[in-house]
């Protein structure tokens, strides 16, 4: 019989109750009682809901961050926090965030907060962990409560088998940070007593099967970290446990015959993005081995079409037989929970869709059909193939207008008019822009009476004309106090804005929204990512009204917001029909076309953000290359129809772009503004071996955190940046927007990073 299981389900629940819950603790406004009650519950609620699955995940929970879940198992905790009163879900959230819950800091007399841990992208997706922090000094420590707390919650639930899910030591090795430059992989011994411990202990629970997840696999591995793979799990194999080591989100290709023999039960397959892999590993694989595939996606929403499955699953099942089981490509953490919450999405596009729960129904018709045989599951599979052909044959998927302007596009569409020299002559001429001029990444907080307006407004209570006047008290407040802080280049706030990519999806046609499609990008933080189903246009401007009224109420640079194709691309559920390539061109065009009407309206200052160009990049860097040139080039098709005295910006957050500066440098944006502040500048550490050409703004104000920089602290930051970039080509700003800060940490943020400019331009 063919099993199935899953790799994980989402945390932040159907209604986003993890989010609201932890907001409201953190603000001291609820208790720990409350918010872990309410974890329990999330909990139970997702382990019934997949109760009808073989073996269910468990140990997929987190309050903030799987990763740092796995420190705190681990006893990998910053050396910063270890001196503070209260108990380790303080401290979590210490590393997490800065701090923890107003009380609790107030009873550890850490009123004025911790650095927080780096955070950077889990992989290729719009997923933040809380990266690891080691030196060779590092000791592991285990602690293995919580894991050990989920498991009995598990079993205490009827029809739940559980398997626990953990991150496996060397993917956990491989995301951390030496912090002072030493060999991670020298740690290596001391992380697998603490793993070889924590196996035993689950053991001792009685549990059968853990799921160790590496997929650190699915990249390129040099000799050392071959060999440590193999050291690793020689060493864990007489555990106790039945390990099935699960590998997601890229091809092994090389490392097939690795992955094959590694001395585990079991080996987990990404069968959507690695399905050239299948064939080999079945050769490859020993006798006893079992083979979990991965053939549903579990990182877009697309109906999956289990008929074309099932014709090459089935002679893989009659060939295995038990050793087959069946499951999504990777956990579900990156999907929404439930399509059937979705009654005001477009019915046609809706019967295309599958959430979390809906491709565990898939996966269940998938198994009765092995098991059983088509015939068993014949209705579902016959409404199944249904909604597939109707989205392959709609017409409002193709639109011929938009494949003819793809064909006629010329290299010339990239080019700018002159170079970065002559363009920053006549900008400087201008703009009239003191040295290290200050700037915002682009939006403000989005207040409750923002929220509240704008659900009246979705609601029908609010008039079009009493929205857009409420939007615009607003903007006239983020405008007065920018001038009154002093800053330099102004932001119009995008109040009206709900998410930097949402907004523009909703304007362009090729773009369908849900109401509860919702996902974690990190800790509270969720996004509601757009879906791309069709060719895309642009009908009408989209932000130039609101940016024309900011400029009218002040003699300042007003920038105008854009994002870019990139990252409207990556942070939006794409087409799986034609290449990412194509659906970017056609964003590209769409919204070259806002820049260009943007610049005929006055505005002179444009920023394009592209947050999410580096996690486009492929796992294996034999294949960038490909994707940084069609993706530099849809940028550049954005940003260079613009005159030599229009200046353009571009914005990158949580990335460690040091590996792909040059193609960075290809963008020809003639400012580009960056995240260094929980890194502690350690991303300009590219700028020692590159010589940027163009103007940087380094951030210098880590807006996840509640933590207010001190004037110092900036101008150390900005002292350690101009020792690898000319400090005339220097810009000072957040390292990205503060829609979700209040304006009471704010307003003393900004304040202090305009004094340290004042003081930098003072000791020039």
């Given at each position: 019989?063919?099993l199935?299981h899953?790799l994980g389900?989402?945390r932040?629940g159907a209604k986003r109750?993890?989010?609201f819950?932890l907001?409201?603790?953190?603000?001291?406004?609820s208790?720990r009682?409350?918010l872990t009650?309410?974890?329990?519950?999330l909990?139970q609620?997702h382990?019934?809901?997949?109760?009808?699955?073989?073996?269910?995940p468990v140990?997929?929970f987190?309050?903030?961050d799987q990763?740092?879940?796995?420190?705190?198992?681990?006893?990998?905790l910053?050396?910063r926090v270890?001196g503070f009163?209260?108990?380790a879900l303080?401290?979590y959230f210490r590393v997490?965030?800065g701090?923890?819950?107003q009380?609790a800091e107030e009873h550890?007399g850490?009123?004025?907060?911790?650095?927080?841990?780096d955070?950077?992208?889990?992989f290729?997706t719009?997923?933040?962990y809380i990266v690891?922090?080691?030196?060779?000094q590092?000791e592991?420590?285990?602690?293995a409560?919580r894991?050990?707390e989920q498991?009995?919650?598990?079993?205490?639930q009827?029809?739940?088998?559980?398997?626990?899910v953990?991150i496996?030591?060397?993917t956990?090795l491989?995301?951390?940070k030496?912090?002072?430059?030493?060999?991670?992989?020298?740690l290596?011994?001391r992380l697998?007593?603490a793993?070889?411990?924590?196996?035993?202990a689950?053991?001792?629970q009685?549990v059968?099967?853990?799921?160790?997840?590496?997929p650190?696999?699915?990249?390129?591995?040099?000799?050392?970290w071959q060999?440590a793979?193999?050291n690793?799990?020689?060493q864990l194999?007489?555990a106790?446990?039945?390990?099935?080591?699960?590998t997601?989100?890229?091809q092994?290709?090389?490392?097939q015959y690795?992955?094959?023999?590694?001395?585990?039960?079991g080996?987990?397959?990404d069968?959507?993005?690695?399905?050239?892999?299948?064939?080999p590993l079945?050769?490859?694989?020993p006798?006893h081995?079992v083979l979990?595939l991965?053939?549903v996606d579990?990182?877009?929403?697309?109906?999956?079409?289990?008929n074309?499955v099932?014709?090459?699953?089935e002679?893989?099942?009659?060939r295995?037989?038990d050793?087959?089981?069946?499951?999504?490509s990777?956990s579900?953490?990156?999907v929404p929970?439930?399509l059937d919450?979705?009654q005001?999405?477009d019915p046609e596009?809706?019967s295309?869709?599958?959430?979390?729960?809906?491709?565990?129904?898939?996966?269940?018709v998938?198994?009765?059909?092995?098991?059983?045989?088509?015939?068993?599951?014949?209705?579902?599979?016959?409404?199944n193939?249904?909604a597939?052909?109707?989205?392959?044959?709609?017409p409002r998927?193709?639109n011929?207008a938009?494949?003819?302007?793809?064909?006629?596009?010329?290299?010339?569409?990239?080019?700018?008019k002159?170079d970065y020299a002559?363009?920053?002559?006549?900008?400087?001429a201008?703009l009239r822009?003191?040295a290290?001029p200050?700037?915002?990444?682009g939006?403000?907080?989005q207040t409750e009476?923002?929220?509240h307006a704008?659900?009246?407004f979705?609601a029908?209570?609010?008039?079009?004309?009493?929205?857009k006047?409420a939007m615009q008290?607003?903007?006239?407040r983020?405008v007065r106090?920018?001038?009154?802080?002093?800053?330099d280049?102004?932001?119009?706030g995008e109040a009206?804005?709900?998410d930097?990519?949402?907004y523009?999806?909703?304007?362009?046609d090729?773009y369908a929204?849900s109401?509860?499609?919702?996902v974690?990008s990190?800790?509270?933080r969720c996004?509601?990512?757009?879906?791309l189903?069709?060719?895309i246009?642009?009908?009408?401007?989209?932000t130039v009204?609101?940016i024309?009224?900011a400029q009218s109420?002040t003699?300042?640079?007003m920038?105008g917001m854009?994002?870019?194709p990139?990252?409207?691309?990556n942070w939006s559920?794409?087409?799986?029909?034609?290449?990412?390539?194509?659906?970017c061109?056609q964003?590209?065009?769409a919204?070259r076309q806002?820049?260009l009407d943007?610049?005929?309206a006055?505005?002179?200052v444009i920023?394009?953000d592209e947050?999410?160009l580096?996690?486009?990049l492929?796992?294996?860097k034999?294949?960038?290359?490909?994707?940084?040139?069609?993706?530099v080039?849809?940028f550049r098709?954005?940003?260079?129809g613009v005159e030599?005295?229009?200046?353009?910006h571009?914005?990158?957050c949580?990335s460690e772009f040091?590996?792909?500066?040059?193609s960075i440098?290809?963008m020809d944006?003639d400012?580009?503004?960056i995240e260094?502040?929980?890194s502690?500048m350690?991303?300009l550490?590219?700028f020692e071996h590159?010589?940027y050409p163009n103007e940087?703004?380094p951030g210098?104000?880590?807006i996840?955190?509640?933590n207010?920089p001190t004037?110092?602290?900036?101008?150390?930051?900005m002292?350690?940046?101009?020792e690898?970039?000319?400090?005339?080509r220097?810009?000072?700003?957040?390292d990205?927007?503060l829609?979700?800060?209040?304006w009471?940490?704010v307003?003393?943020?900004l304040a202090n990073m305009?004094?340290a400019?004042?003081?930098?331009r003072a000791?020039?």
């Amino acid at each position: 019989m063919v099993l199935t299981h899953n790799l994980g389900f989402p945390r932040i629940g159907a209604k986003r109750e993890l989010k609201f819950a932890l907001e409201s603790y953190w603000k001291g406004a609820s208790s720990r009682e409350e918010l872990t009650s309410l974890g329990a519950q999330l909990r139970q609620r997702h382990w019934q809901q997949q109760a009808g699955l073989d073996l269910v995940p468990v140990g997929d929970f987190a309050f903030y961050d799987q990763v740092l879940d796995m420190s705190f198992t681990l006893g990998n905790l910053p050396e910063r926090v270890r001196g503070f009163r209260g108990d380790a879900l303080d401290n979590y959230f210490r590393v997490a965030r800065g701090r923890s819950a107003q009380g609790a800091e107030e009873h550890a007399g850490c009123c004025g907060g911790v650095a927080a841990g780096d955070m950077t992208k889990w992989f290729d997706t719009n997923y933040h962990y809380i990266v690891p922090e080691f030196t060779a000094q590092t000791e592991f420590t285990l602690d293995a409560s919580r894991l050990l707390e989920q498991v009995g919650e598990a079993r205490a639930q009827q029809g739940v088998k559980a398997k626990p899910v953990i991150i496996g030591p060397l993917t956990y090795l491989a995301v951390g940070k030496a912090k002072d430059g030493s060999d991670k992989l020298a740690l290596l011994p001391r992380l697998l007593v603490a793993y070889a411990d924590l196996l035993a202990a689950l053991a001792g629970q009685g549990v059968e099967w853990v799921q160790i997840d590496e997929p650190l696999l699915a990249t390129e591995l040099d000799a050392d970290w071959q060999h440590a793979f193999n050291n690793a799990y020689h060493q864990l194999k007489s555990a106790g446990v039945k390990l099935l080591l699960a590998t997601y989100f890229g091809q092994l290709l090389e490392n097939q015959y690795l992955a094959a023999n590694l001395p585990v039960a079991g080996l987990h397959l990404d069968a959507i993005n690695g399905r050239d892999d299948v064939a080999p590993l079945l050769n490859l694989l020993p006798a006893h081995k079992v083979l979990s595939l991965g053939v549903v996606d579990g990182r877009n929403i697309w109906k999956t079409d289990l008929n074309a499955v099932l014709d090459w699953a089935e002679p893989i099942a009659a060939r295995l037989g038990d050793r087959l089981w069946i499951a999504p490509s990777c956990s579900l953490l990156h999907v929404p929970v439930d399509l059937d919450g979705e009654q005001k999405l477009d019915p046609e596009i809706r019967s295309w869709l599958a959430y979390a729960l809906q491709k565990l129904e898939e996966l269940k018709v998938l198994a009765t059909a092995l098991n059983e045989g088509r015939s068993a599951v014949r209705q579902a599979l016959a409404a199944n193939q249904q909604a597939v052909s109707a989205r392959r044959a709609s017409p409002r998927v193709h639109n011929p207008a938009v494949k003819a302007a793809i064909a006629q596009q010329d290299a010339t569409l990239g080019r700018r008019k002159s170079d970065y020299a002559r363009r920053a002559t006549v900008q400087a001429a201008r703009l009239r822009l003191p040295a290290f001029p200050t700037t915002t990444i682009g939006s403000f907080p989005q207040t409750e009476e923002i929220r509240h307006a704008r659900s009246r407004f979705k609601a029908g209570e609010l008039d079009e004309a009493g929205y857009k006047a409420a939007m615009q008290a607003e903007i006239a407040r983020s405008v007065r106090e920018q001038e009154a802080l002093g800053l330099d280049v102004l932001v119009h706030g995008e109040a009206e804005r709900n998410d930097m990519v949402e907004y523009f999806g909703e304007q362009l046609d090729g773009y369908a929204f849900s109401q509860f499609g919702w996902v974690q990008s990190y800790g509270s933080r969720c996004v509601k990512p757009p879906i791309l189903f069709g060719d895309i246009t642009r009908p009408r401007a989209m932000t130039v009204e609101w940016i024309r009224y900011a400029q009218s109420l002040t003699s300042k640079p007003m920038k105008g917001m854009l994002t870019g194709p990139v990252t409207i691309l990556n942070w939006s559920f794409v087409r799986d029909d034609q290449p990412r390539s194509a659906s970017c061109k056609q964003l590209a065009l769409a919204i070259r076309q806002e820049v260009l009407d943007l610049e005929r309206a006055g505005v002179r200052v444009i920023q394009i953000d592209e947050a999410a160009l580096r996690e486009g990049l492929p796992l294996r860097k034999s294949q960038w290359k490909h994707y940084l040139d069609w993706a530099v080039e849809c940028f550049r098709i954005t940003a260079n129809g613009v005159e030599d005295d229009t200046q353009i910006h571009t914005h990158m957050c949580y990335s460690e772009f040091n590996d792909i500066i040059a193609s960075i440098a290809d963008m020809d944006a003639d400012v580009i503004t960056i995240e260094t502040s929980r890194s502690d500048m350690e991303l300009l550490d590219a700028f020692e071996h590159f010589r940027y050409p163009n103007e940087i703004g380094p951030g210098v104000y880590d807006i996840h955190s509640p933590n207010i920089p001190t004037q110092e602290h900036i101008v150390r930051l900005m002292r350690k940046a101009a020792e690898r970039i000319p400090a005339e080509r220097l810009w000072v700003n957040p390292d990205c927007g503060l829609k979700t800060r209040q304006w009471s940490e704010v307003i003393p943020a900004l304040a202090n990073m305009v004094e340290a400019a004042r003081a930098l331009r003072a000791a020039a």
